[in-house]
Nanobody, 120 residues
Framework: QVQLVESGGGLVQAGGSLRLSCAAS????????MGWFRQVPGKERELVSA????????YYADSVKGRFTISRDNAKNTVYLQMNSLKPEDTAVYYC?????????????WGQGTQVTVSS
């Protein structure tokens, strides 16, 4: 069983930056795609960004393109989400996910989530 632990969330003013981290254990991290979802109460969970096992393929939701950057360090079993130019609408609980591929990542394993709050 894989364990995913997110960190780096918090409160930031609009225009600011945060970096989320997700540390994985229990599986061969480097063979799995990783991603970040977010969820606001009353709304469905949204895939924000994902990265393939090698890092050669990435996905970004249109709402975060040009502002967020996903990366991974397979030696540290960690995936990162650098979030710049944050907006109040980025406020959500952010979840790390691990899956067989970017396309199927929602069917994989999840972390417990970390709150990101962007004040206007």
């Amino acid at each position: 069983q894989v364990q995913l632990v997110e960190s780096g969330g918090g409160l930031v003013q609009a225009g600011g930056s945060l970096r989320l981290s997700c540390a994985a254990s229990g599986r061969t991290f480097s063979t799995y795609a990783m991603g970040w979802f977010r969820q606001v109460p009353g709304k469905e969970r949204e895939l924000v960004s994902a990265i393939s096992w090698s890092g050669s393929s990435t996905y970004y939701a249109d709402s975060v393109k040009g502002r967020f950057t996903i990366s991974r360090d397979n030696a540290k079993n960690t995936v990162y989400l650098q979030m710049n130019s944050l907006k109040p609408e980025d406020t959500a609980v952010y979840y790390c996910a691990l899956g067989a591929s970017i396309a199927t990542i929602a069917q994989g394993s999840w972390g417990q989530g970390t709150q990101v709050t962007v004040s206007s």
